[in-house]
């Protein structure tokens, strides 16, 4: 069964794949956080991100988030340029500023768009292969019923799917039984994400669905970056080490943005994130992350870092 590295703004960004890649390890593929379109063109930043040399024995993914043909068109453009021939097409993406705009999780009940998307990527992006991250509605966990036909329709790898609706965000049920009814009408294969923190989370998951492609882990690895290697291999990475080795991981972070960016406010910015699911007292302590957290200098980061 595979396992795919969800894409989370603001902590799954190049940098972090490179190094997890090599310092972790365990996952089949890494999914870049998506791009998208403003004021007509995609965002330079974006297209940074999935830059062949920034993501050197990174197996990626890259993800656009739309809301018409046109949209995904300019990121399909942009895709194929970088030399991708992968492209993820968002219909997960919970926040309003999205959904308002009839993008992410909105899509869903937007069949036409989806019809629409699959015309222009056969005639115009025949070499590239598409898979779709969603969700199973806006408000109600049927409502993907209404866009089954239209995926179904699609020549797709993969369909992740996240087991909540927008308006749950993060939290909240998961709702199994209409999980379970998508994987059964899916022509495509399914890939699971949601909740799943540990080893014995994602074995529970294979075993519970044997027909899955694969599993898809974005808060929970970034809690316990060693989640794919332990369910590859089978064996848990002691506290000590698993410690060690997210230090490594973050020190490697942390050095490429000290040369890439200027000025403590923009290194702070980009590395604090580092340490947001990290569960105060499991594998560093409570006061150790508050310090992490609230540092407002980097004297102060590295102080509470080295001391």
Partial sequence: ??????????????????????????????????????????????????????????????????????????????????????????????????????RGAALIQNPQVI????????????????????????ENPGEWRGIIDALNGLRLERVAVHPRVARQQYGGELHTGEFEAFLEASVNPVVFNGELATAADIA?????????????????????PSLGAEWRDGETVSDEELREKILALHNAILEDYTETLCGDAQILAKIKPFWEYQEPDRLFSRKFLKQMRKATSMGKYLGALNG
Avoid at 82 to 90: E, K, P, V
Avoid at 204 to 224: F, H, K, S
């Fill in 115 to 138: 019809k629409e998307v699959a015309e222009v990527a056969a005639k115009e992006f025949p070499e590239l292969r598409l898979s779709v991250k969603t969700r199973l509605g806006m």
């Fill in 1 to 102: 069964m595979k396992i795919y590295a969800a894409p989370l703004q603001g902590h799954t960004e190049a940098t972090w794949r490179r190094h997890h890649a090599a310092i972790f390890g365990g996952i089949d593929a890494y999914y870049a956080p998506f791009i998208r379109v403003e004021k007509g063109e995609t965002r330079r930043r974006d297209r940074a991100d999935i830059a062949m040399e920034k993501n050197p024995g990174v197996a990626l993914v890259p993800q656009g988030l739309f809301r018409d043909a046109e949209e995904f068109r300019l990121i399909a453009t942009a895709v194929t340029e970088a030399g991708h021939r992968a492209l993820d097409l968002n219909l997960g993406c919970p926040f309003p500023p999205q959904t308002r705009r009839g």
């Fill in 204 to 224: 529970r998951t294979a075993e519970r669905y044997p027909t899955l492609e694969g599993i898809m882990v974005g808060r929970g690895l970034l809690a316990r």
